[in-house]
């Protein structure tokens, strides 16, 4: 039932463009766990072996602390509606800060350097394995639209509200592992 595959193909790509949300998942060797819903338009794949996605401010930071730790990172794609599959991207992935020239590049090359409310960091996902498997046990579900609540609670705070958010609940993992997001550059 499982296939693995050394990058993705055309039929993954066009897989991963149907999703409406997929999931993070990372962790350090004595650190929690941490898996993580995120909405499908802030990802983009860059290549065959890398993918990206705009990583919005959140009530913690685990995934930026784990990378810069550990490395390891995970993502999942599974299927809600259409034929069942479940696609799972294997790798290594790092963050990249908002207020460095990749990050700016980025943004301009693939999301018309349009940046989301709230947009802290850039992930980057070097894939060393993919594999999809059956996706038979996911349900089915009918997608209505994406949550405006994140847009809104960042409206709300205004930059400077955001930047003392991010320094309070942002610069540590909950295992007190440093995130890297004020670090000198």
Known sequence: MAKQFESIDARLKDFI?????????????DSRVNISPRETGCLR?????????????????????HLRADGRLTIMF?????????????????????????YENILIS?????????ARQI???????????????????DYKAERPSLDQWTDAKGPGGIEIYRREKNSYSMDGLPTGMFDEA
């Open 110 to 118: 693939h999301y018309d350097g349009q940046e989301p409310s709230g």
């Open 17 to 29: 463009d149907r999703q409406h949300i997929f999931f993070t998942a990372s962790a350090t060797g």
């Open 78 to 102: 599974c299927a809600v509606e259409g034929p069942p599959m479940i696609l799972r991207l294997y790798g290594r992935g790092r963050a990249i800060r908002r207020d460095s020239s990749e």
């Open 45 to 65: 794949v860059i290549d065959a072996n890398t993918v990206v996605y705009l990583d919005r401010t959140g009530s913690g930071n685990e995934t930026a602390a």
């Open 123 to 141: 992930i980057l996902l070097d894939i060393d394995l993919v594999q999809t498997s059956c996706g038979f046990g996911v349900p089915l579900f």
